[in-house]
């Protein structure tokens, strides 16, 4: 199987390691600048539990010096993907599969859901370039359970977490459902597959929603956020208004946001993906995982108003450090 991973940080840094250490494919990478260097002078590398995992990686610039693929890994972050839609097209095919290991709502999720009706996500995907360029019959659905970070270009570091959840956005069990699972588990990846991938997407935000962007403003990690009693009120609030407008997309979660905070809180001392792009100086994914919900809320008309506050604070806060596009006139 030719796999390509597109973007190699801490994600797809750890996925494309194991991979390249199983030798069960024909993986090459999609990188740019000091990743891009750092890949072709040390390759794949991996730090967990204190052993160090390195493996040659066959890394490239220019999709085009790849070809079509059979497994397309997208491991970028949201504001990014618009671009880097357009930069794959040589790495696609008709049979090609696309599998997104990316935060939020995915560009796919409103395809084929009633009540949001036929348009994209303007938050996610503004002109329907994204879906015009990954088509949908494409996307295998993609939920990452792993927390990592990068200690230098190139250089992944693991703290816990070695799941990818794994499913046909349309519900069915599908033969390369299958087949990129067996790939995955065979690489030392956990990897389910699942009826409902939407839902799972949907569970995962409910958590990350309120976390990942008060865990920016704040500088907190997750643990400090949950032990402010009033801070993690507020969070409550906004994820019981996710809740809602779940029960009304085929999402509805069976649990209560404190069950879920107790369940963050046994993680203890981390820092959240927003919050590491914040200290990095990286653009933030806030359109994905907290401007989605707002805007699904709104074509439901639901009223959001913590989702609202915790949206307007962040985008402030990004905009100010250059971290968010800046309003229009």
Known sequence: M???IVGAGAIGGFIGARLAAAGQCDLSVVARGATLAALQTHGWRLQEAGNLLQAPAHAVADP???????????????????????????????????????????????????ALGSQPLSSVDPD??????????????????MATWLAEPGLVM??????????????????????????LVGAGIETPLSANIRYDAWYKLWGNLTINPVSAITGAT???????????????????EAGTIGQQIGCAIPETPEHRNLLTRTLGSFKTSMLQDTEAGRPLELDNIVGAVREIGQRLGIATPHIDALLGLTRLFARVRGLYPAQAA
């Not at 693991?158 to 790939?183: C, D, F, M, W």
């Open 2 to 4: 030719k796999v390509c």
């Open 64 to 114: 085009a010096e790849l070809g079509v693929q059979d497994l397309v890994i997208l491991a970028v972050k949201g504001p990014a993907l618009a671009e880097v839609a357009r930069q794959i097209q040589p790495l696609l095919g008709p049979d090609t599969v696309l599998l997104p290991a990316m935060n939020g709502v995915p560009w796919w999720f409103g395809h084929g859901v009633p």
């Open 128 to 145: 329907g370039a994204i879906g015009a360029a990954l088509p949908f019959e494409n996307v295998l659905g993609c939920v990452v359970y």
């Open 158 to 183: 693991h703290k816990t977490g070695n799941k990818l959840v794994i499913g046909e956005p349309g519900g069915a069990l599908s033969k390369r459902a299958q087949k990129v699972q067996s790939l």
């Open 222 to 240: 997750a643990d400090v956020v949950l032990d402010d009693a009033l801070v993690r009120e507020f969070c409550i609030a906004a994820m019981r």
